[in-house]
């Protein structure tokens, strides 16, 4: 009998049926034919090349931007079986003449190479003496120069089309808006590849956002539901990341650093210990995080406002890869505008991409301040409408009450006009609390007819309703000044009273209660999505399942998840197999596992 997508699909990788378009996809490039993947993280995009490069005669190669998301594919693919290897700077002379000495035998299935190796000639020539299966372009959003993660080098992979015309090639990203959609297509020359859009949904992960307070609190109030999770903290500046990190460390997380500063062993290290090992928080700069592949981050937390909702989009899908619950949680104040902005002017970029980045921040602050449902406002952004509410986030969860704050917008305008539009919020409140502060005293502004006029609100209201007014467009940043505040064209007519503005009361998100964790399956169904509790009761096999799937993790030298993802882990628990045959029932347990790992866990259950 011929080997088919579906056979591998439930053999090597042990799950049932394939999910939303991944057959459709992986039978468009078994056949020779391009396309472009838009998916979810989480979605199952690998495997859109992974089966068909198993199937097509020659060694699909791969695209790939970081040597971590290598190594992790790599160790998955060869604990099922799949031969599976890499080129990059990790390996050695003699190991990497191995390698290319099976692709140019074709005895792999698939090879992962960076991009800046694939270009040179020396490896162009290799894969001209060698059988070539497919090329995937993973990440391919590195493409465009409007995107968040822009690398020059995926602008020359056109080249793949040029030299190779009769392979295919799958690009495949979890991010791109329809600008950068129309900028992949275009640079990589994939006119005639078929277009395969799936969801941007992510309904595991609960977006929470809220006003920036006392940031390292607020944090560890988050971080309360979290204790021995994995997870991700974002902060704009290294200084912040170092000093968040130590503070963690201090109250008893296990929190490493992480960005372009420390020396490249440290950051190995660091990320290594994330992959590695169980409950550990990184604490990073956006230097961390494309092509990380563990798939048990159960939440994401940004101290600073991310640039873009595609960044911000892409930083929180690094949570629940596995289709379990997380948390995206988010603090940012009216600083985190000021800062960004002037990012934004003081870059050397031309004033194009100046004003797009802005329009992007833009966007972004109108989805922090929404009281809509934000799932609707996100999807909305990326071009899908969304039609219910999601019932997952912290507006919909806990509705945000509004006011009537057209005179509180009102005061607000006419402080910035009558302080000559170049202050920021801190001196414009301390203006209308009527504070006599040196600074105040020093431009008389103690004299104007605005001082004093906001005793009526406290100083974190003014806050918030400032944010507010930036996000609406009725104040704008002075990105070449000192973050001061002015007007602008549509502040007339609220001065004028011709327009009324309704605000936001500022409120608590709602915890979670954590006395049963409610988890989704991550079932390959997308309709048969069911949940598992992990009862008192349960806890103890829970922990046992945990503790030998680490022991077998560190005696094979790879993360856990390589082993067992979570989701595999907690059907185990849910449906305790007691026989191999059962055993193989269970998502995610392909033929090799069974055989490896199968009775290692069936005798954990027996002894409970």
Partial sequence: MSVTPKKILNEVFGYVEFRGAQAEIVDRVINGGDALVLMPTGGGKSLCYQIPSMIRDGVGIVISPLIALMQDQVDALLQVGVKAAFLNSSLDVNEARKVEQQLRNAELDLLYVAPERLLTPRFLDLLSQSKIALFAIDEAHCVSQWGHDFRLEYRELTILHERFPDIPRIALTATADALTRREIIERLSLADAKQFVSSFDRPNIRYSITQKTDAKKQLLEFLADHRAEAGIVYCLSRKKVEATADWLCGRGYTALPYHAGLDAATRATHQKRFLREEGVVIVATIAFGMG?????????????????????????????????????????????VVSLSQMIENSDAPQERKRLEKQKLDALLGFCETIQCRRHTLLHYFGEHYKNICGNCDNCLNPPKTWDGTVAAQKALSCVFRTGQRFGAVHLIDVLLGKKTERVSQFGHDQLTVFGVGKDQSEGQWRGIFRQLVAMGLLQVDMEGFGGLSLTETSRAVLK????????????????????????????????????????IDEPLWQALRAARMAIAKEQGVPPYVIFHDATLLEILRSKPQTTSEMANVSGVGTMKLERYGRAFIKVIADF
């Fill in 292 to 336: 990380i592949d563990k798939p048990d981050v159960r939440f994401v937390a940004h101290l600073d406002l991310p640039k873009s909702v595609e960044s911000y989009y892409q930083e929180t899908g690094r949570g629940g890869r596995d289709g379990a619950p997380a948390d995206a949680w988010l603090a940012y104040g009216l600083s985190d």
């Fill in 497 to 536: 009273g011709e327009r009324n503005i309704t605000l936001r009361q500022e409120q608590d998100a709602p915890k979670r209660s954590r006395q049963t964790r409610a988890v989704d399956r991550a079932g390959i169904s997308d309709t048969k999505k069911n949940s598992v509790e992990i009862s008192e």
